[in-house]
């Protein structure tokens, strides 16, 4: 039984730092992809960040190319966050897939979510 567990999130005025960690448990931390989407008020779910669960590949969206950094090791997944924007706002979620990361990051891929925790950039 998968969980994932989402923490740090905060508020942060433009240009600020935030981390935010994903702990895992319940699977094989070698296989699977983990991911962070974010969703901003009245959009959908945005893919930020993927990683493979043993810590290889890592892969960003356009939009936070050379801001955010995603880190895996063993079953704690680190989404490091720097020069925060306004449109950087949102809910991010953890999510987890038991196969391979895929080239884009789509929502309905991921078997596993977390609920979630908010971040707030002023």
């Known amino acids: 039984h998968v969980q994932l567990v989402e923490s740090g999130g905060g508020s942060v005025q433009a240009g600020g730092s935030l981390r935010l960690s994903c702990a895992a448990s319940?699977?094989?931390?070698?296989?699977?992809?983990m991911v962070w989407f974010r969703q901003a008020p009245g959009k959908g779910r945005e893919g930020v960040a993927s990683i493979t669960a043993g810590g290889g590949s890592p892969a960003y969206a356009d939009s936070v190319k050379g801001r955010f950094t995603i880190s895996q090791n063993h079953y704690k997944n680190v989404l490091e966050m720097n020069n925060l924007r306004p449109e950087d706002a949102g809910m991010y979620f953890c999510?987890?897939?038991?196969?391979?990361?895929?080239?884009?990051?789509?929502?309905?891929?991921?078997?596993?979510w977390g609920q979630g925790t908010q971040v707030t950039v002023s």
């Open positions: 319940g699977y094989t931390y070698s296989a699977g992809c």
């Open positions: 999510a987890m897939r038991s196969g391979g990361c895929l080239p884009t990051m789509i929502p309905t891929e991921y078997n596993y």
